[in-house]
């Protein structure tokens, strides 16, 4: 139960629908138990007046007339109690239903500030499991276990009191199985959390899987691969189906067990209760008052099975939650928001090695580019072209060195006013499962249709959108998939133009498109970037752009920098390369 102890600020935020709930659960169980009592004393009025009724004594009618009021009465409190109990549903289960919802707000949160290395590391199915399978496992907990757990209480308090009231003798035979139940509860519910966190941990495994071929489908086809991937997946779904049914097994041989002994109780108390009957100490309708009561504990103690599983399972789930939770963000935010941002960056001897490789990607690497240049950086893969970039949004911090925007080091600003001020299209263009416009929109949703239409015959992808069924309002499917690579590239340039930042950051953007397309969006580039500072990182230079300055990066390191006549007179790496 230790790992479900984070619950508590949720159950602290809406106390109050648990304080109502409880109340509503102690009067629905109140007029509940009235009902036993009140079957004991038409049944004991019938038994001792059937003499009377027998000599004429006393006239049937108004045995009928007595027997409607007890009918009448227990028809009165079977309402009130279905009536509070609807209530305690409409409490308990809405507060489960709300720290739902907040535990999947703040899983999602808490996925946000986690830094780029935490999505690289860990698998997207495994991050859709837990907030979607763990949270609704735990859910439970806070909900259909909560409630029934204080309707139980209540209702064995109650039952309980009025049992002993009546005969602690028969209630002692009656309850006699229950200790026989805690303990093979306490045995069953070890074998439930182990088998239960075997469960979650396949289920999030074969999501993993699932999510990853579904996203690489076109891989799958295009290889013919359909029947391996199918048999492996098969495989992991067999050894999910063997470990539920085992599961399962242990809750099906459990609760005819628990149904056993609850029959047992019932025959010790017909028995019993008969020979006390027969000695006067109880009367007739004792009896019947006492198998109601026992038959009114079956489904309670039943659930204590049922909800020993379920506290399993939500144990499980949630320690699977909490380990995702208690992880803190490596890239935190500053708290600098400057009146005027200028875009002058600075590199002062920065290394980095990516954690989840171990590769080193910049070795004591030293640069500055001031405001308003347009900077190259060209060199062969896995060079540490791209690390730059990542570096300068803080998808990841330094290991050592500085790296300096207008003077101060980036991690002094806020880190979402220093993400506003960049327009990174990435090597690999990301679109959402959305229409083209709403991608074209995604870094500013205030711009205007007149805006998004004139940047896209800017960027060439005018016409080839209006070739489109729906033009702007085409659905572009999960990751862009309906559209080409090309296509792609030039909506993410796009998005990026649309959010006017200070710095641009284009990573291999144009890689995917052809050379007539290539130069009339870099013509459009040339005058749109003036007084702007970017970054192009590249494979092949653009012969016509104006670049300020090009970067040759080796292994991690600058091997040159300077503007590209200035190269071309050094006769070092940029020169050689050239002439190849």
Do not use: C
Request: aromatic share 12%.
């Amino acid at each position: 139960m230790k790992d479900l102890l984070i619950l508590k600020k949720y159950f602290l935020r809406y106390r109050w629908y648990l304080l109502l709930g409880i109340g509503f659960v102690v009067l629905s169980n109140y007029f509940r138990v009235w009902q036993p009592k009140l079957i004991r004393k038409g049944l004991d009025y019938v038994v001792d007046n059937l003499e009377l009724v027998k000599s004429g004594e006393l006239a049937p009618s108004e045995v009928n007339h007595s027997l409607l009021v007890f009918g009448g009465l227990i028809i009165g409190a079977a309402i009130l109690s279905g009536i509070f109990m609807y209530a305690m549903r409409q409490t308990i289960i809405v507060m489960s239903r709300l720290m739902e919802y907040d535990m999947r707000r703040d899983i999602l949160k808490r996925y946000f500030e986690l830094d780029l290395s935490f999505f690289k590391e860990h698998a997207t199915g495994d991050l859709m499991a837990r907030i979607s399978e763990d949270v609704s496992k735990v859910r439970m907990f806070t909900g259909p276990v909560i409630l029934y757990a204080i309707n139980v209480s209540f209702l064995f308090v109650l039952v309980i009191y009025s049992m002993i009231k009546v005969s602690p003798i028969l209630t002692f035979y009656a309850l006699m199985p229950l200790p026989i139940l805690s303990v093979s509860i306490y045995f069953v519910s070890d074998i439930i959390n182990k088998k239960s966190k075997r469960i979650q941990e396949l289920l999030a495994r074969l999501n993993a899987y699932a999510q990853e071929v579904y996203s690489g489908i076109r891989v799958v086809k295009s290889f013919a691969n359909e029947k391996v991937i199918a048999k492996h997946f098969d495989g992991q779904g067999a050894d999910f189906q063997s470990k539920s049914l085992e599961l399962a097994r242990v809750d099906a041989a459990f609760r005819p067990m628990m149904m056993i002994l609850i029959g047992i109780s019932t025959v010790v108390t017909v028995y019993k209760g008969g020979q006390l009957a027969v000695q006067g100490v109880i009367s007739p309708g004792n009896i019947a008052e006492f198998v109601i009561y026992v038959n009114m504990l079956t489904w309670p103690v039943t659930s204590i099975g049922w909800m020993a599983s379920l506290i399993q399972q939500a144990a499980a789930s949630q320690k699977r939650i909490n380990e995702y939770l208690t992880m803190k963000p490596k890239v935190l935010s500053g708290t600098f928001i400057p009146s005027k941002f200028i875009g002058k960056i600075e590199f002062v001897e920065v290394s980095f090695t990516y954690p989840e490789t171990g590769i080193l990607a910049l070795d004591g690497v030293s640069f500055d580019i001031q405001a308003g240049e347009k900077v190259a950086i060209i060199g062969e893969v896995s060079a540490g072209k791209s690390t730059i970039g990542e570096l300068l949004i803080r998808n990841y911090d330094v290991d050592s060195g500085q790296i300096l925007i207008d003077g101060i080091d980036i991690q002094e600003y806020d880190l979402t006013f220093l993400r506003k001020q960049f327009g990174y299209v990435p090597q690999v263009s990301f679109l959402f499962s959305d229409t083209i416009a709403n991608n074209m929109r995604f870094g500013d949703e205030t711009i205007k249709d007149e805006q998004l239409i004139e940047m896209a015959k800017n960027i060439a992808i005018y016409d080839d959108i209006m070739r489109l069924p729906d033009g702007f309002d085409t659905m572009v499917g999960e990751r862009g998939v309906t559209l080409s690579g090309g296509q792609k590239q030039r909506v993410a340039i796009v998005r990026a133009f649309l959010k006017d930042p200070n710095i641009y950051i284009f990573d291999d953007s144009l890689s995917a498109v052809d050379t007539v397309t290539e130069h009339q969006i870099l013509s459009f580039l040339s005058d749109s970037l003036a007084g702007k500072t970017a970054l192009i990182i590249t494979h092949r230079l653009a012969p016509t752009f104006p670049y300020s300055r090009i970067m040759v990066i080796k292994n991690g390191k600058i091997v040159e920098y300077g503007a590209h006549q200035e190269l071309i007179e050094s006769n070092n790496q940029y020169y050689l390369d050239l002439i190849e």
